[in-house]
């Protein structure tokens, strides 16, 4: 038997305080200016009960990160082809790949906090479900390949580090990042 614990009314509404408090900030400093302390302040919570809430500042960016991200894992998970189920494999990859890719720009700068919070922070959670995702796809289209390796192989490009600093150090425009990642496809799924 699974218990179901609903959240208290009290903590629900501090929660959706804290957390339309902290997107506010972000909106007007970016996440650079993003501290526990003004966000507790912002939201009229005393500064413990964010840290028990979220523990730090990447479990808070995980929070303002969530609620896209169910959108974007409901979409190729059961929303319309080709991202969603109906369209063949190689091109759910394709435009799964392409929706991880403006998905990850959309968000990069949560994205980068969340992800390097510690040395294996990019991994679990959503990143297991594209994984797994991806395996999938690739099991199907070629279930003589090493679908498991080459899924890490097509999502290392999408690392928010790696994807900051091309996008933003070295200038490369997200199509062109889409564009290689099409070509990387092509050939994990040639025979």
């Known amino acids: ?16 305080k804290i957390l339309a408090a902290a997107e506010a900030i972000v909106a007007a400093r970016g996440v650079q200016g993003l501290s526990m302390a003004e966000v507790a302040a912002a939201a009229g919570v005393g500064v413990g009960t964010l840290y028990r809430r979220f523990g730090d500042r990447s479990g808070l960016a995980y929070a303002l990160i969530d609620a896209r991200e169910r959108e974007f894992q409901a979409a190729f998970v059961e929303g319309p082809p080709p991202l969603g189920p109906g369209a063949e494999p190689a091109e759910r990859a394709r435009a799964f790949l392409r929706a991880l890719t403006d998905r990850t720009v959309e968000q990069l700068d ?3 906090m969340a992800e390097t919070a510690g040395p294996m922070a990019r991994f679990g959670g959503a990143y297991d479900a594209y994984h797994a995702h991806l395996v999938m796809l690739i099991g199907l289209a070629r279930p003589e390949a090493d679908a498991y390796c080459l899924a890490d192989a097509l999502l290392a490009p999408l690392a ?23 070509e990387l496809l092509a050939g994990v799924l040639a025979r």
């Open 160 to 182: 928010a580090p790696l994807l900051a600093h091309r996008l933003g150090e070295r200038g490369v425009a997200v199509g062109r990042v889409k564009s290689a990642l099409d």
């Open 110 to 112: 949560l994205l980068l």
């Open 1 to 16: 038997m699974v218990i179901v614990r609903r959240e208290r009314t009290d903590a629900a509404r501090n929660r959706a």
